[in-house]
C-alpha cells in the first residue's frame, strides 16, 4: 500500500503591541511513490494548496492597528485621566474572569453582553457603549429589556423559538432612539422571511404590570421615609412608588387593592418588632432591608435569631475561646444553605439513575429546633394573611369571579339544588372562588400553603407568593416534591468546584455566581450584627465572621486556580 503524504502543521500564538501573530511551519514529508506518477502529482498539488491556504490565513489573522471600530487614542487618554469614570470602570473589572478579555476587546470597539456576566463587567459595556468607545455590541436578549443602550442600527443574527414580536420590539426600538438619531436601521441576518413578516406586522401583545409591592419594599420606602434629608421630598417619592404602577393604570380596584396590602404590610412590620407605632424603623429593620432579595427568607432569619436559636447554635470549641468547631460551621451553613441558597432540582431528580449518592447533593432539612420555630412563624403569618384576604374579598369582582376564566360563560346549574346552594352561600366561604365551593371548600383553606392560590378569588390580583411565609417544600404541578440543590453546603465543606458542577448540574459560570451572591449575604449579615451587636465578642456575632472569612477564603482559592493571574 501506497503511504500517504504527512503534513505536520505547528501553528503559534505571539501578542505584541496588542495584535496577534501567527507563526506557520509546514513540514512536509513524501515517501518517493515509484510507480504512481499521477497519484504523486495528486499530493504534490494538494499540498500546495495546504501551503497556500495557510499564508492566505496567515495575512487574514494578522489585524492591523487601523482594523478597529474605536477611537484608540481617544479610549487611552480618558482611561488614563485621575479620577475618571472609565478609569474606574476598569479597575473594578480587572480582577474579573473576563475583566482582561472585555479590556482587550473595548481598545477594538467590541463587547459582549450576556446574563452570565458580573454585573462589573455589564456596567463596562454598558458606559463604554453610551460614551461611543464601544461601537458594536454582541448580545443575548439580556441587552433587550431595561438596559439603556441605544444605536443606529440592530441585526438579528439568528432565527430562535424566543424571538416573538415583544422581543422584537423591544430589541429593534433600540435602533433610532428618539433624540439621537432620525432614522434607526434594522437587519435580519438567516431568518426566514415568512418569520420577518409576521415580525414586523404582528401586534404587541397587552403589557400587565405585576404586583409592585413587597413588604420588604414597603420596610424600604419607611427607612427612606424617616432619614430622608428632605422629609417632603422622600414622602413623595413613597408616594409615587404606590400610585404610578402599570398594574393600577385605568383600574381604582388595583388601586385599593395595593392600599390594603400597604397597610398589611405595615401591620406585619410593626407586629415583628421592624417599625414603631410612628412607622420610624427599629433594630432589625436594616438588616432585613439589606437582605431584601431573599424575601421571606430575611425576615425568617430575624425570627430564628431573636428566638435565640442561633446563640444556642453557636457554643465555641471551649469556655472563652472565639473559635468554633467544625460541626458548629457546618451546621450553620445548613441553616443558611435553608434560608438562602434556595436552588431547586427537578422532582424527577429523586427517580434518576445516578453515579452518586443523592445524600452528597440534596440539601438536608433544617435542625430540629429551627424547623419548629420556622412552623410557628408561618402559622402565626398564614393566619394574618387570611384575615387580610378575608378583608380584600370585599373588593372582589363578583361578576367576573362567577364566570368561568378562559369561555367567560356564567351559568348556574338551576337543576341541582346543592349547587345553587354552594354557589350563593356566604357562610364561610367570602374569600374562595364560588367554584371551588363546588369541590366542599372553605376559608380555611387559605391556610393551607397547598392549596391557597388554587382556592383565591381571581380578581382581587394577590396571591400566597405576596404573603412573607417560607415553607420547608415546594411542589411541581404534578404535586411531587422538588429537593433542594446542597451546593453551598458542599463547597463549604469541600471547597471543590469541579466536582459540585459534575453533582449539581449547572456550569462553572452559573455556580460562581451563586456562591459569590451566597458570599456576599453572609458578610451583609456579619457586618450587620457587628454593627448591632454592643458586645463584639458575642457568640453569633463571632461565628457569622469566622463563617464568611472561611466561606471567602475558599471562593477566592478556587476563583485564583480557575484564573491565577486575575486575583480578586
Avoid at 100 to 123: P, V, W
Avoid at 323 to 347: H, I, T, W
Avoid at 442 to 467: F, H, K, S, Y
Wanted: charge should be positive.
Amino acid at each position: 500500500m501506497t503511504s500517504l503524504t504527512k503534513l505536520d502543521v505547528h501553528v503559534e500564538k505571539e501578542a505584541k503591541s496588542g495584535l496577534v501573530e501567527l507563526h506557520v511551519r509546514v513540514n512536509i514529508g513524501i515517501k518517493k511513490d515509484q510507480g504512481k506518477p499521477r497519484k504523486l502529482a495528486r499530493k504534490l498539488s494538494y499540498e500546495a494548496e495546504y501551503i497556500n491556504f495557510l499564508k492566505n490565513l496567515k495575512e487574514i489573522l494578522e489585524i492591523s492597528e487601523d482594523r478597529t471600530y474605536a477611537d484608540v487614542n481617544a479610549l487611552h487618554t480618558e482611561i488614563m485621566k485621575n479620577g475618571s469614570t472609565l478609569n474606574k470602570v476598569f479597575q473594578r473589572v480587572q480582577s474579573t474572569r473576563k475583566g482582561e478579555e472585555l479590556k482587550a476587546l473595548a481598545q477594538r470597539g467590541i463587547g459582549y453582553y450576556h446574563d452570565s456576566m458580573y454585573f462589573k463587567e455589564k456596567e463596562l459595556v454598558e458606559i463604554l457603549f453610551m460614551k461611543g468607545f464601544i461601537r458594536v455590541v454582541t448580545a443575548t436578549g439580556t441587552l433587550a429589556l431595561g438596559i439603556h443602550m441605544p444605536c443606529k442600527s440592530v441585526v438579528f443574527a439568528q432565527d430562535s423559538v424566543y424571538l416573538d414580536a415583544l422581543n422584537y420590539r423591544q430589541m429593534s426600538g433600540r435602533a433610532g432612539r428618539r433624540g439621537q438619531d432620525l432614522l434607526g436601521n434594522v437587519y435580519f441576518f438567516d431568518i426566514p422571511l415568512p418569520k420577518i413578516k409576521r415580525l414586523i406586522t404582528s401586534n404587541v401583545p397587552e403589557l400587565r404590570g405585576q404586583f409592585p409591592l413587597s413588604i420588604t419594599l414597603v420596610l424600604r420606602l419607611m427607612l427612606l421615609a424617616s432619614k430622608g434629608g428632605d422629609p417632603e421630598d422622600a414622602t413623595a417619592k413613597v408616594l409615587s412608588v404606590l400610585k404610578h404602577s402599570l398594574l393600577t393604570f385605568k383600574r381604582q380596584r388595583a388601586l385599593d387593592i395595593l392600599k390594603l396590602y400597604f397597610l398589611f404590610s405595615l401591620q406585619f412590620l410593626v407586629k415583628e418588632g421592624y417599625l414603631d407605632q410612628e412607622g420610624k424603623p427599629m433594630k432589625f429593620a436594616e438588616l432585613v432591608s439589606h437582605l431584601h432579595g431573599h424575601e421571606p427568607s430575611n425576615f425568617v432569619f430575624v425570627s430564628f435569631l431573636m428566638k435565640g436559636l442561633f446563640h444556642n447554635l453557636c457554643q465555641p470549641t471551649s469556655k472563652g475561646s472565639q473559635q468554633f468547631s467544625q460541626d458548629v460551621m457546618e451546621k450553620l451553613m445548613l441553616v443558611l444553605a435553608n434560608l438562602f441558597g434556595r436552588n431547586y432540582f427537578p422532582a424527577k431528580f429523586r427517580d434518576a439513575n445516578l453515579s452518586f449518592s443523592q445524600s452528597e447533593v440534596i440539601l438536608g432539612e433544617l435542625p430540629e429546633d429551627f424547623k419548629a420555630a420556622l412552623n410557628e412563624y408561618n402559622l402565626k403569618v398564614t393566619k394574618d394573611f387570611a384575615s387580610f384576604l378575608l378583608f380584600a374579598s370585599k373588593l372582589a369582582n363578583v361578576k367576573n369571579e362567577s364566570q368561568l376564566p378562559l369561555s367567560r360563560i356564567s351559568k348556574k346549574c338551576e337543576d341541582s339544588q346543592l349547587v345553587s346552594h354552594l354557589m350563593s352561600c356566604k357562610e364561610g366561604r367570602i374569600a374562595i372562588s364560588p367554584f371551588v365551593c363546588l369541590s366542599g371548600n372553605t376559608d380555611d383553606d387559605l391556610l393551607r400553603p397547598e392549596m391557597i392560590n388554587q382556592v383565591i378569588l381571581r380578581t382581587i390580583g394577590v396571591n400566597g407568593t405576596q404573603a412573607p411565609m417560607l415553607w420547608t417544600q415546594k411542589l411541581d404541578n404534578r404535586g411531587r416534591r422538588m429537593p433542594l440543590n446542597a451546593y453551598a453546603l458542599n463547597f463549604y465543606k469541600h471547597g471543590c468546584l469541579t466536582r459540585l458542577g459534575q453533582t449539581s448540574g449547572k456550569t462553572r459560570g452559573k455556580l460562581l455566581k451563586l456562591l459569590k451572591d451566597f458570599a456576599f449575604n453572609i458578610q451583609d449579615i456579619s457586618d450587620s450584627l457587628s454593627e448591632l451587636c454592643e458586645d463584639e465578642h458575642d457568640n453569633v456575632v463571632l461565628a457569622f465572621k469566622q463563617l464568611s472569612q472561611s466561606f471567602y477564603e475558599k471562593l477566592q482559592q478556587v476563583q485564583t486556580q480557575m484564573h491565577p493571574h486575575h486575583l480578586r
